[in-house]
């Protein structure tokens, strides 16, 4: 199947700065990618959805100003964490949809914020 | 709105047992369903969609539209079959709604 990679697999930083995690899709284009947010033991929430070439759209209660999305090409979406908070820490999981709707998701990006 | 229900967070088994992770939906359209599987420590992989009509590793999963579920069966657990499983809807704008999840514990 398709592989997709998010980079870095785990990040700590301090309050107050911003961390990018990098979403790719190795062996196919994408373009729409997905981000999500899952907590321990919980099921998967959608962040937003990442369009190349447009604007990401947001899903309900999600800041766009703090979770700032770009898709610049049909194999990268990055998301930016921007002044990141203890409560942002979290495991954020990116998907990028292929041929017949199907997605293919990520390893995850274990955040820890201090 | 809740479209994904998982009503059972956990499932243990025996090994050799059937083993059946319930799945109910609620969608105004022509659903298409996923189940996804999380094994400890890896990705989210797809292990079947209804539109396939396939067994995947022995699971099979039948959308019932009267009842509007897609519940996930396997007539013979086994223990490699211990993960996280999770049913999901794809809504018109390609959009996954997942449900809470089912943790499977295979005991030998």
């Known amino acids: 199947g398709a592989v997709v990679s998010q980079h870095p697999s785990w990040v700590i930083c301090k309050s107050g700065t911003s961390v990018k995690i990098e979403c790719r899709s190795l062996?196919?284009?994408?373009?729409?990618m997905f981000w999500y947010r899952q907590f321990p033991k919980q099921s998967l929430m959608l962040m937003a959805t990442?369009?190349?070439?447009?604007?990401?759209?947001?899903e309900q209660g999600v800041e766009k100003d703090k979770f700032l999305i770009n898709h610049a090409s049909l194999t990268l979406s990055t998301l930016t964490v921007t002044s990141a908070h203890p409560e942002d820490s979290s495991f954020y999981i990116c998907?990028?949809?292929?041929?017949?709707?199907?997605?293919?998701f990520g390893p995850g990006t274990r955040l820890t914020v201090l | 709105a809740q479209r994904v229900t998982q009503p059972e967070k956990l499932l243990s088994v025996f090994k050799g047992a059937p083993v059946e992770l319930k799945c109910n939906y609620s969608?105004?359209?022509?659903?298409?369903l996923f189940w996804y599987v999380q094994y400890s420590r890896q990705r989210l992989q797809l292990l079947l969609r209804?539109?396939s009509r396939e067994s995947i590793k022995g699971f099979t999963a039948d959308l019932n539209k009267g009842e509007t579920s897609f519940h996930l069966k396997k007539p013979f657990a086994q223990e490699e079959d211990s993960a996280m499983y999770y049913c999901?809807?794809?809504?018109?704008?390609?959009?996954?709604?997942f449900g809470a999840g089912t943790t499977v514990t295979v005991r030998a």
């Open positions: 998907s990028a949809q292929a041929p017949h709707n199907e997605q293919f």
């Open positions: 062996d196919f284009q994408a373009t729409t």
């Open positions: 990442s369009n190349e070439g447009s604007k990401a759209t947001y």
């Open positions: 969608y105004s359209g022509s659903p298409e």
């Open positions: 209804h539109i």
């Open positions: 999901a809807l794809i809504e018109n704008d390609y959009k996954l709604s």
